[in-house]
Structure formats: C-alpha cells, structure tokens
C-alpha cells in the first residue's frame, strides 16, 4: 500500500577525624550555627584487624569459631586454599574471598578480585558455638589485603548510575507500614504548584518558626519520585563496597530542568581516596550514635548518618538517583497543596508519629517504625530520624528572593552551607514540622544527619563513572522500570493528563495551545463514503468505500493533533500494566464500544515492554528514550489496543470511523480533502507529495486544516479508530444507514487518513485503511475523541 521513504537524514575525611570535638546535642539552624560542646568524639575505631599495607588479613579460623571474612582481596585476590580439616569449626569452604575478592571453589584465586582497597581485613574469625566438622577448617590465609584501596589486577570497577544497584542481593527489606517492601522502594510525588514555608495563618502556622521559613511563596514542582525510606547502613554499605576511589560524571544526578545542578568535578577531590578513607571516616563519627559497623549486624535498617554532603549526593548519583531541592522535599513533607504543618497533618508529634525528642529519642531505630507519621505521598520518616541533605545551598532570604514563586527551582550559590530537611532525633516538635530548615557545611558530617534520594518522574537522576577504567553510564534519564508499587499506581480516565506539567505545547495556525486542545465539531447528518459524481467524486478510489449513504453523528470533540510524543511519554512514564477498566471509552450511544477484558493480555505488562514496542520500522519511529527533539511529532509504532488505553487513560475515547470521516469531510460540505477540493501541496499536508517525514511537528501545515480546525486529518501518520474493517459495511454489512454507529463484529481496526508516506489517493477524507489491532508501524498513530 506504500513504500518506505528514503528521507535526508573523598568523600571528605576532614568533617570529623580524629582528635577533633563532635558537637552533640543540637540542631544547627538558620539561627543557631554552633553549640554548646558535647562530647568529644571517640576517635577510636571497632575494625577487629584492619590489614596494614600488603598486611595479611585474618589469619585462620578459630576452632568452634566461622572463618573470617578473608579481607578485602587484593591484586587478583587469592581465594583461600581448601586447608585441612577443622575440629568443630564451621567450614571455611575453600576461604571465602573478602568483601572485595569473588572466591573461587577449592581455593581457585577469585576471578580477578573486586578491588581490594585494603578495606575490612579480614578479622581473626568471628567466635561461635562449636558447629559441625569442617571440611575446609583453616581459612585459607584469607588473602593479602590490597595497599590503600588500589583496585586490583583485573577486578571490576565500580559503576555508577544504576539504579537501585544498592538493594541487590538479599537483606534489603524494609517495614513499609507492616509490609516487607525493598528499602529503595520509591514513592510518586504528584508535582504542582503549593505554598511553600510557613504561613501567617494556616494549616502550617506556627509562631515558633524560625525567620528563613517565610514568606509563605507559591513553587512549582514537576512530578518526581522520592525514596519512601531514608537511605539505611545496609543500601549505603553496597556504596561502600563498590567503592574504589572513582567519582561521579560531570553533571550526574542532574536535575532535567534545573541547569548546573548535577555533579561538579571540583568536588571530587571532597571524596574519600579509597574505600580504607570512607569506612576510617564513617568511623570517626560520635561512636556511641553512629549507625554504621564494618560488619552487618543488627544495624542494617536504621538510617545511614554522619554522611557528608557530597558523600549522600555521590550515593544518590551512583544508586541512579539524584538528591532531591528542598522544594521537591517539603512538597512530600507537607502534602503538597495540603500544606500540612507536619507530614501526617495537623495532630501533635509523639512517639508513634517521628522519631525525636519527644518519643524514641536515638539514632538506632529502624527506617519506618513510625508508620503514623507517613506523609500524604506514603513516605517515612520525614520528620525526625535523620536530618536529609537537598541540593539547595542555605540562604537565610531566598524565600523572599530569587525563590519567591520559582518554578523547578534550586538554590546553586556555591556551598557555603547546605540546606537540611526534616529534624533528627534529637530535634524538638519546632525542628521536625515541614516548613523547618537547617543548615550544615557540606563537608561536615554529623549523628544527625542521614540521607534520602529522588529521581525526575520517568528518571533522569543518574551518571555514569568518570573514574579510569569505569564504564560511563548514561548521563541523564533512562527507561528502566518503576515497579508499580514504587510509585503512584496508574489512574485511568484523567482528562488530558497527558498534558500535565512539562508537556510542550503545538502550533495552532501561529498560536502555541496545548497539544491537549480539542474542537468541538457540531454533528449532522452526511454522506458518507465516495460519491460517483459529487465533490469528493475521485475516479480511483476504491470500492470499500462505495456505495455512498447516510450517516448521523451527534456533536463530539476531536482533538486538534494527533497525539505528540510528548503526550505519549506521559502515558510510559505512568505506565504499569494496569489495563483499562471494563467498557470504558465507551461511545455513550453505542453499547459494547468500550474496553474489552479480554483485550487486557494484548498490552505491555510492564513499562519496559512497552517502551520495547514503540521501536519499529528502525529508523522511522519517532519515540526516543529521552525527551528530545520529537516531542511534537506524532507518537507511531503504536498498536491499536495502546492506542484506545492512552485515549482511556486521558478520560477519551477513540473516534468512531463514521465521527472521523465527518470531522475529515467537514460534514454536510462533503470535501475531498480536509481543506476542500484544491490538489494538495507541501503547505496542506505532510505526504508523499510534501513534507515527506514522520518527524514533522504536528501542525505543520496549517493551510491543510479541517473545517473545524483540526490539523493533519491527511497525511502525516494514519489514525487508528474504534471500528472493525469490513468492505461490505457500508452496504449490506449494517452500516447502511449509520446513525452513531459503530462495526464492532471484525477484528481488524480500520485506521483513516493517510500518511508521510501516501500518494494524493490515500490522504483523500474518504479513504479507508485497516490492518490487525497489533499491529505496530511507523505510519499509524491515533487521535482521541470525547463526547461532550
């Protein structure tokens, strides 16, 4: 029917080491930036048998006792030899290789060794009750430590930007209101415009706030997603043991709409040199309410703290997320429009609510033991816990500056001190209300202050490895899957969702509207089909579209464009699999037009398999992974049963051929081609004759406009409608005469209008196409309609 187109084409150890005072017992905020001293940090380490340069690790198993851990291996890694067989010791099995070492069998040298970097040596086996005898007994000499962190010979390098990459592997479960839930569970955060800081008077009124929280401002923020927990010792101990010294991209963790706001490399030098560096300075915090250990232990899910600033934003970056603004985070704190004054509300803070001074009152309690004080968006711990670092930089007067009625706004002034969210254990009801912000240096780390992570909706948060030999990842978004329980589950029949924030707008003959925009188009009675000798008489059509015959169609609303990539990715980024409900987007003059269960195993079951679908016909297809320069072409590659879910999903329906071919002939006027009888050209429609490309924004050729002001009804792609294909409809098939009708009886969808690819014969409003409902092709896409 036509034929494809050949178109032109350290982490910083200086916050705390040893020898320095930790000042414990406050809250640094924008009135307070000191103290009263505390006690002085236990500048003493728990690490049993840290390895010296080339040290050996651990020597062997005590008898009754497990065999070490074999230290970090280093150059190669050498996986313990079998040994002889212990007496009531539990077996050694071979000696299994250290965090950083892959322990071969029987003492093969782990498969190059993950890089050793001197990190936790091997301790001289833990003691344990006597087990069973042993077949390996001795840990095979555990593997000479690796100096100062210095990856080894063939080990693998660390890889930044993949997502939840810290919730591998088992023990990553977390109490998600008594459910067992992964700790990088996220949760969806539906963007839009709140007051943010503190009201005069209002739901977060409070006269002990502090000046920096005023005045009360409208923010925007786009849709995101955010950690529903706050990042807990055992995700940020897979930070730890991938760690070799590397260091984020330029620009990861970049915020999409906010420039500058990624990774600056000046900062890499405020890393830690080598894994060695990171744990001595995880352990230079106050010993008595540091959460992490150099072992797993009863630690895991209490919240990682006396994490620095560019520590919790390298994490983020290399988990495949970003930090969040404190606009994203008191929007979640604050429920958004609610503008609550703590995250559950109104109600006072006690015990069962946050984890502060007022209740648990220590750094050592579970993420999500506080299930009461769950914020509107289902996140834990917003108040108290740990205070969470956000990118903005700390300005006592940005509220009533350059942050006053921002949209997607950041505060990137360089650091001088960096704003902190959400109170600790130590903070006072005042310190833990949504409004509340502190302030802390970002290299300091303290007992207080944690770390939780957010990503752009549809990603856009992670970075790939600049460190030698990594492997970069992307730099930007990515199309990897958000579980449906990781996010807002998928809501169907939302008018014009598709173009919520950050949508961009199409091109109304010189206007820019909404790419949403539908006309009404005032229903009649016509002739529909080809007339033999009439104005849109055409010697070559074809017979299906004979005999000519009334039709009716009650008044309804097309959409003035086909639907935009743009649009489209909105529907992928909310995707879960969830089908429509059952007869919706149902004509309501027409029983059975709407969805089918029965269709529900024809979609994509997950997002990532969808995204799969929209590749065809390579090069032709117009979605790309990223946001780019299609997001005003029209979305192809998409099959007829995705097609009628989008238009369910933005409260629409699919056109029924009969509303189609009116809306294209302008009715009673009976026209040829949309605009009327005149030979198209390049100005009236993107054909075989013109334009020629599926990469044309929608609205290109204003001139080609219907009746009632809908663009591209020729050419461009063909448009899916609800009807099935039968030849002999519009005689003796039952739509002869049509009056709101519908053939629901044939499986194959009929698609109308032509394409980039068509001859002047197939653009014609009275033309007819059809094909199976899955199928997928570089020249169909769909426009929705709705009745009024």
């Not at 230290?71 to 212990?86: D, E, I, R």
Request: hydrophobic content about 35%; glycine content about 16%; charged content about 15%.
């Amino acid at each position: 029917m036509r034929s494809k187109p050949i178109l032109p084409i350290a982490m910083l150890a200086l916050s705390c080491t040893a020898g320095c005072e930790l000042l414990v017992g406050y809250e640094d905020t924008e009135e307070t930036k000191g103290g009263e001293a505390g006690a002085a940090v236990d500048a003493g380490t728990d690490v049993d048998a840290s390895a010296g340069n080339g040290g050996a690790a651990g020597s062997e198993a005590g008898v009754g006792g497990t065999s070490g851990k074999g230290g970090n291996s280093g150059t190669g890694g050498v996986g313990g030899s079998a040994g002889k067989a212990g007496t009531g010791g539990v077996a050694g099995s071979a000696g299994t290789a250290g965090a950083g070492g892959i322990a071969g069998s029987a003492g093969t040298s782990g498969a190059g060794g993950i890089a050793g970097a001197a990190g936790i040596a091997g301790t001289a086996g833990v003691a344990g009750t006597a087990g069973a005898a042993g077949t390996g007994g001795v840990a095979g000499n555990a593997g000479a430590a690796g100096t100062a962190g210095s990856a080894g010979t063939g080990g693998a390098v660390m890889v930044w930007g993949v997502a939840d990459q810290s919730c591998s592997g088992a023990g990553n479960a977390c109490n998600d209101q008594g459910a067992a839930a992964s700790c990088c569970l996220r949760r969806f955060v539906n963007g839009g415009t709140f007051p943010m800081g503190r009201a005069g008077a209002g739901g977060d009124a409070y006269a002990g706030g502090g000046s920096s929280e005023l005045p009360e401002h409208a923010t925007w923020v786009d849709s995101f997603e955010m950690d529903a927990f706050e990042v807990t010792v055992a995700r940020f101990r897979k930070f730890v043991d991938a760690y070799d010294g590397s260091h984020p991209n330029p620009n990861a963790g970049e915020h999409p709409k906010i420039v500058g706001s990624g990774w600056n490399p000046s900062w890499n030098s405020l890393l830690a040199a080598d894994r060695t560096a990171l744990i001595a300075r995880l352990n230079s915090c106050y010993l008595a309410d540091r959460n992490w250990t150099d072992l797993p232990g009863t630690h895991e899910n209490y919240p990682i703290n006396c994490i620095t600033w560019y520590e919790a934003f390298a994490f983020c970056i290399w988990d495949g997320r970003r930090i969040p603004t404190e606009a994203e985070w008191e929007f979640a704190a604050a429920g958004g429009t609610e503008n609550r004054l703590y995250p559950w509300g109104s109600s006072a803070a006690d015990g069962t609510r946050a984890n502060y001074s007022g209740g648990q009152a220590k750094a050592g309690v579970d993420v999500g033991s506080t299930p009461l004080g769950k914020g509107l968006f289902g996140h834990l711990d917003l108040a108290g816990s740990v205070q969470e670092w956000a990118i903005d930089t700390f300005d006592s007067a940005w509220y009533s500056g350059a942050g006053n009625g921002c949209v997607n706004c950041a505060n990137l002034a360089p650091p001088g001190t960096k704003v902190l969210r959400s109170g600790s254990f130590m903070a006072g009801a005042d310190g833990i209300r949504a409004a509340s912000r502190s302030l802390r240096d970002p290299a300091q780390s303290e007992v207080t202050t944690g770390i939780r992570c957010a990503d752009s909706w549809g990603g856009g948060g992670s970075g790939g490895s600049a460190g030698a030999g990594g492997s970069a990842g992307a730099d930007g978004g990515t199309d990897a899957d958000v579980d449906a329980e990781a996010g807002a589950p998928m809501v169907y029949q939302v008018t014009d969702q598709s173009c919520a924030a950050s949508t961009p707008t199409c091109n109304d003959n010189g206007t820019q509207v909404s790419c949403c925009l539908a006309k009404a188009v005032t229903g009649d009675a016509f002739q529909m089909g080809r007339s033999v000798s009439g104005t849109d008489s055409y010697a070559s059509g074809f017979s299906d579209e004979l005999p000519e015959h009334p039709a009716t169609v009650a008044s309804f609303d097309l959409q003035t464009f086909e639907v935009t990539v743009g649009r489209f990715r909105k529907f992928v980024e909310a995707y879960d699999g969830t089908p429509p409900p059952a007869d919706a987007g149902a004509h309501p003059a027409i029983a059975g037009s709407g969805w089918k269960s029965t269709w529900n195993a024809s979609l994509a079951q997950t997002k990532s398999a969808l995204i799969t679908s929209l590749t065809c016909d390579v090069p032709w297809q117009t979605w790309t992974a990223n946001p780019g320069a299609n997001e005003t072409a029209p979305i192809n590659c998409v099959s007829w049963y995705t097609a009628f879910a989008f238009c369910i999903w933005d409260n629409a329906r699919l056109p029924t051929e009969a509303e189609w071919e009116f809306a294209a002939a302008g009715g009673a006027e009976n026209r040829l081609f949309p605009w009327g009888i005149q030979i198209p050209d390049a100005t009236m429609a993107n054909w075989a004759g013109g334009v020629h490309t599926p990469f044309t924004a929608v609205g290109s050729t204003p001139a080609g406009a219907g009746r009632w002001g809908q663009h591209d009804l020729a050419g461009s792609v063909f448009e899916w409608v609800r009807d099935g294909y039968s030849s002999l409809w519009y005689g003796a098939g039952g739509g002869n005469p049509c009056n709101n009708c519908a053939n629901l009886s044939n499986p194959n969808p009929v698609s109308r209008g032509g394409s980039y690819t068509s001859n002047i014969n197939y653009i014609r409003a009275a033309v007819r196409n059809y094909d199976v409902p899955t199928q997928r092709s570089d020249h169909i896409g769909f426009r929705c309609a709705r009745t009024p």
